[in-house]
């Protein structure tokens, strides 16, 4: 008598001799079903010469025929047996192909079955692994002959050795063993790529990974890792010795493994996967509803394509590593010329770039990091040195320059480098905003302080307590604003808008504008009492024309900025380019010169050519250029020495021009007269030139 077992969507065809067959969960059934709605010992089959009789045993969730329960029934041809989710139908040798195809028309998917005889080999047919049909038998206990199994066997070792993909030539060694044993599921344990990397030889089953699993139907298998017995695999792949169990939940070799009962496991075969000697991996076959589902020549044959699994792997691993040695060759040629490439144009500006960090090394920056501001010149030295004795203290100060000059970066230096920072830096600039919308941002409002005023919100001040508030263009502030706002500092306190309370605030005022606030104060559009409060220590920022010697140095600096930016090596700025940069006056300061740099790094490529620059800065007429004496700028040698000697000439020439009258001659280079001395005594022109102080040339 055969039965047919169709249990969570697996079908097995199962065949007996005995008089009595009981199912249940239980390790002792004849057959054992693994549903939770299954008992231990569920029902009991009777074969008798009239008939098959099924007996409920007391099961739980009872027994039912044809969808009724029962507690003893003889059952017909077509009757359907369940037991808890599992269906059951009984075929004798005329009904089998009946009640196969009745189990398949009922919705479970299904396997080729198997006839006995050998003349109907070429009718159980299963196609697996892309390697076409082969006569194998499935899950039925069907045997087919020895030569049949190794004519199949050099069918699958063929296409093994032709299969050069790894992932597709894993999926055909585990299909090919399901079908060679007869195996309800195939597993494929490698170490992990990490593992297998550190150490070849494998021996800790805790490194080993379910890499592929497969059913009898040739379908992955979901969660692969708690569908098998780590245990039995650990055992075969410590001690490199093959594992065939015919009933596994009764072999005293996996009493103590928790996981053979927990999988109801019988039939087990497990064999290594050996390369050169070496154990790295191991194939795992099982079948959970029959017992002795394997034998001694189906271990025989697993062993065989176990073997030649191996070699297949090892061929495709060498193909697999060839193949990336010579991309990487490929790649590294390709860098390797790209690597030339970048060394020729960095030998060709190697001279340029030693220049500026040799002069970057000869200034001295100041005892605190200052590393955001790039500057080297004589004026910048002296903004540095003035920023070590502002920043200890905690007093405000007014930061003046024209714009574009960076005051908010000397106001976040200032911050980074006191005993506030880590505190708020809160920045506001005043000439962006209207009044009503200044005070609101400053002071902070309540809910319903005015129309739109949907929730209280604190006001910059407020935010910035314990921290730095930087208000940028302060000059800009209207009388009413600069009124509430010197309160404010007077008091130490701030009321927002709406609210009746004051809050206590300690912040260091930094403020910032581009006008003369001194000036603004004497003809009344400051107020001098808050001119007072904010200018107790005072920065003047020198604009970029004052400055020359630095233009390089932020030149290379916002060029290699922007090509970061972009993702992008930065281009190389020639002599004749870095000169135009030096001679145009730049109204607009170093914001001009970031967006030229900007501007240059999208249009050019490797170099920076003289007509990509802009047409005002290439061929416009600076002041220093547009006058009929002005002196030339002879490029060549080193750049220092060709801006020094384009100085030293203007400054003689605008001397000669104002009869050695420092006042005019620094007016007419667009300086002040301070800078003028500075450049003097720099340059020792103040013997050679004749300049006197009072306008007059000096007498001999």
């Avoid at 079948?287 to 044959?301: H, K, P, V």
């Avoid at 206590?504 to 001194?518: C, G, H, P, T």
Wanted: glycine share 8%.
């Amino acid at each position: 008598m055969k039965l047919t077992v169709v249990e969570e969507g697996n079908r097995t065809v199962l065949a007996f001799d005995r008089q009595k067959i009981r199912l249940g969960r239980a390790i002792d059934n004849d057959v054992r079903l693994s549903g939770k709605l299954v008992s231990r010992h569920h029902c009991e089959l009777e074969v008798e010469e009239r008939g098959v009789w099924v007996v409920d045993l007391s099961s739980a969730n009872g027994t039912l025929v044809n969808g009724q329960k029962i507690q003893r029934q003889q059952l017909d041809e077509n009757d359907e047996l369940s037991v808890g989710g599992a269906r059951i139908r009984i075929a004798n040798e005329a009904n089998e192909a009946n009640a196969a195809d009745a189990v398949e028309a009922s919705g479970a998917d299904s396997a080729t079955l198997a006839a006995d005889d050998e003349s109907q080999i070429d009718d159980r047919t299963v196609a697996f692994g892309g390697i076409g049909s082969v006569g194998l038998s499935t899950l039925d206990g069907g045997e087919l002959p020895t030569s049949g199994k190794f004519s199949a066997l050099g069918t699958i070792t063929r296409a093994l050795l032709t299969e050069t993909d790894e992932t597709r030539l894993l999926r055909l060694i585990v299909d090919s063993a399901v079908s060679l044993s007869g195996a309800e599921r195939g597993f494929l344990l490698l170490p992990s790529r990490d593992a297998g990397a550190a150490n070849p030889i494998v021996r800790d089953p805790s490194l080993l990974k379910v890499r592929l699993a497969r059913s009898f139907e040739g379908a992955d298998i979901p969660i692969p890792a708690s569908r098998l017995s780590m245990g039995i695999a650990g055992q075969v792949l410590a001690k490199g010795r093959p594992v065939l169990s015919v009933d596994a939940g009764r072999d005293d070799r996996f009493a103590a493994m928790a996981s053979v009962e927990d999988l109801r496991l019988r039939s087990v075969l497990s064999v290594s996967i050996e390369i050169e000697s070496r154990v790295v991996g191991v194939l795992y076959l099982d079948n959970r509803l029959q017992e002795g589902a394997f034998s001694e020549n189906e271990l025989d044959l697993v062993e065989l394509l176990a073997g030649q699994a191996a070699i297949a792997i090892r061929n495709a691993r060498q193909l697999a590593e060839l193949r990336r040695q010579n991309e990487q060759l490929s790649q590294s040629s390709s860098r390797i010329e790209s690597l030339n490439q970048q060394l020729g144009r960095k030998i060709r500006d190697r001279d340029s770039e030693l220049a500026v960090v040799r002069a970057a090394l000869e200034r001295e920056r100041g005892r605190f990091d200052y590393s955001s501001m790039v500057g080297a010149s004589d004026g910048m030295r002296e903004v540095f040195q003035q920023l070590d004795r502002i920043v200890a203290c905690e007093l405000p100060v007014l930061i003046q320059g024209q714009s574009g000059t960076g005051k908010e970066l000397i106001a976040r230096a200032i911050h980074r480098n006191g005993a506030r920072n880590g505190k708020p830096f809160v920045s506001l600039n005043c000439a962006a905003l209207p009044d009503s919308l200044l005070e609101s941002e400053l002071f902070g409002h309540t809910r319903g302080a005015f129309t739109g005023a949907t929730r209280s919100k604190k006001g910059l001040i407020e935010q910035a307590s314990g921290g730095t508030l930087f208000l940028d263009e302060i000059g800009d502030m209207s009388p009413e604003m600069q009124k509430k706002f010197l309160r404010v500092l007077q008091e130490g306190e701030v009321m927002p808008l709406g609210s009746d309370g004051r809050i206590a605030v300690d912040i260091r005022l930094l403020a910032a504008s581009n006008r003369d606030l001194e000036q603004m104060s004497r003809e009344g559009e400051f107020r001098e009492d808050l001119f007072y409060r904010v200018n107790v220590l005072k920065v003047d920022l020198p604009a970029l024309c004052d400055r020359r010697d630095d233009i390089p140095l932020l030149a290379e600096a916002l060029l290699a900025r922007a090509a970061r930016e972009m993702g992008r090596e930065p281009p190389f700025l020639p002599h004749e380019v870095l000169a135009a940069l030096v001679s145009y006056d730049w109204p607009g300061n170093v914001r001009e010169l970031e967006n030229e740099m900007r501007r240059l790094i999208v249009l050019a490529e490797d170099v920076v050519t003289l007509e990509l620059v802009s047409t005002n800065i290439s061929e416009g007429a600076p002041a220093l250029r547009s006058r009929n004496t002005a002196p030339t700028l002879e490029v060549g040698g080193d750049l220092r020495t060709a801006v020094s000697r384009f100085e030293c000439e203007a400054i003689n020439a605008a001397l000669g021009r104002s009869g050695g009258n420092k006042s005019r001659a620094a007016s007419e280079l667009g300086i002040s007269r301070f800078a003028l001395q500075r450049k003097l005594d720099k340059y020792g022109l103040s013997d050679e030139s004749g300049a006197s102080e009072d306008g007059g040339k000096a007498s001999g």
